[in-house]
């Protein structure tokens, strides 16, 4: 059973870090790429970094570039999301999600697998 866990949200404050994780289980992450998404409450969930497992190719969005760093460690099965300089933009449900593929969409509607989420709080 394919199942997928985050953690590691929390509040912080501007200009903070946060580190996220997504462990895996009932499949093997190396072989497949791993999206973050986030959403806003009144938005619509919106792909902001994927790790593909061809050639640990990463991939950000503009809103998140420079900022944020996507990476794998295949030992523990698990994808992270390195969140530096937080905005209170920021704040947001964010999960990860798989469609079990090679290669990344930033559609949420192409993910079959997805995590519960975790909340990440941006405020002074």
């Known amino acids: 059973q394919v199942q997928l866990v985050e953690s590691g949200g929390g509040l912080v404050q501007p200009g903070g870090s946060l580190r996220l994780s997504c462990v895996a289980s009932?499949?093997?992450?190396?072989?497949?790429?791993v999206a973050w998404f986030r959403q806003a409450p009144g938005k619509e969930r919106g792909g902001i970094s994927c790790?593909?497992?061809?050639?640990?190719?990463?991939y950000y969005s503009d809103f998140v570039k420079g900022r944020f760093t996507i990476s794998r460690d295949n030992a523990k099965n698990t994808v992270y999301l390195q969140m530096n300089s937080l905005k209170p933009e920021d704040t947001a449900v964010y999960y990860c999600?798989?469609?079990?593929?090679?290669?990344?969409?930033?559609?949420?509607?192409?993910?079959?697998?997805w995590g519960q989420g975790t909340q990440v709080t941006v405020s002074s």
């Open positions: 999600a798989t469609l079990l593929k090679h290669y990344c969409s930033w559609s949420p509607s192409a993910y079959d697998y």
């Open positions: 009932g499949f093997a992450l190396e072989y497949y790429a």
């Open positions: 790790i593909q497992s061809s050639n640990n190719g990463t």
